[in-house]
């Protein structure tokens, strides 16, 4: 399996890339196009994300059940062909509804790391799924460093110069996975593509059938919204608390990125054998409650960029989710349970960006009660508090 994982990893660290090249000009970018204050900004970049994220709900399922029936090659170079086009496109969009519409086909597209999940699943003993499925989510860690500090630099050169790099990007990693890419669905787990399985609510419908399921993709949601508060507002939150410039918020998504690296690609084998699937999934929580308190109420750049390490470490809740519910599917299910954890993951990045730039919005716009840009912080604590009560009373029968 070693080539055609190296394969499947870099695909997703260039991926990334991509993805996280754009997030530093966000701010800058709709301010540029649209005027307005920061307040405002933040609210339409909620509207932006959500808009790629809805598409991604709605196909994250199709495309799974695609690679299923037709195999998670042509599935995963299609994706990457539209999205070079689409970077293009928004290149050159002159007005916010053009962006909209970039951001709506970039969602289409952006099932990439659904297909790259199920290969792994594909390719992977039980035993091994917590780990491999950790080096996945590590070298989408790795493409997050790179990303945000390219892009970050990259605005020197103006706001549009991201997107450009990011169609490259996806260009020349379609023409590698063209040459390179292995099919490893076969005649003996290939399965008929229905749309009945392959619309959101009919494959929820099939997962949530199977013991276990249900209540894991319940706390896989909540945590997922709660920890994509930072994506969703860390570019508005550190411009109005610390003034920072853009290359100063790629350097910082940068250093991330470089402690997701480290802690899904190094720290999550042996923290997993040491504790065990379920106390990881506790200890993650408790981690990421520190870094959201410390966030919510820091007023120093550097505080910030120190508690980024123990924020960090809670990522390894993310896979280790992924893992338990891996283990209780079927071969031939594989592709459809990760079509599903896309649209959950996407059903949270509906609900996110819309529910932190709201809460953004209302604590730093003139005339606010109290001045604390991080009050989505204490938000997205209240909600991974839930998922950790829901997590609790879990049966351990039913996650090991």
Known sequence: ??????????????????????????????????????????????????????????????????????????????????????????????????????????????????????????QSKPEEKATNFGLLSAAFGAGFVLGPMIGGLLAEMGTRAPFYAAALLAGLNFALGWIVMPETVTDATRRAFTWRRANPLGAFQAMMRIPGVTALLWVYLLFSIATYVYPAIWAYFTLARFGWSPQMIGLSLGVYGAALVLVQGGLLRYITRWFGERRTVILGHLFEFAGFGALAFVTSGLVALLFTPIAALGAVVTPTLQAMMSKRVADNQQGELQGVMTAVQALSTILSPLMMTSVFAAFTREGAPVFLPGAPFLLALGLMAIGLVVFMRVPKRDVW
């Open 1 to 122: 399996m070693r080539l055609p994982l190296v394969f499947i990893l870099t695909t997703v660290v260039i991926d990334a890339m991509g993805i996280g090249l754009i997030f530093p000009i966000m701010p800058t970018l709709i301010l540029e196009v649209e005027g307005g204050t920061l307040a405002d900004a933040a609210l339409w970049g909620g509207v932006l994300s959500s808009a790629f994220a809805v598409m991604q709900f709605l196909f994250g399922p199709v495309l799974g059940n695609l690679s299923d029936a037709y195999g998670r090659r042509p599935v995963l170079l299609v994706s990457l062909f539209v999205m070079a086009l689409d970077y293009l496109v928004m290149a050159v969009a002159g007005s916010i509804w053009l962006l909209l519409i970039g951001r709506i086909v970039g969602g289409i597209t952006a099932a990439t790391h659904a297909t790259a999940a199920a290969f792994i699943a594909d």
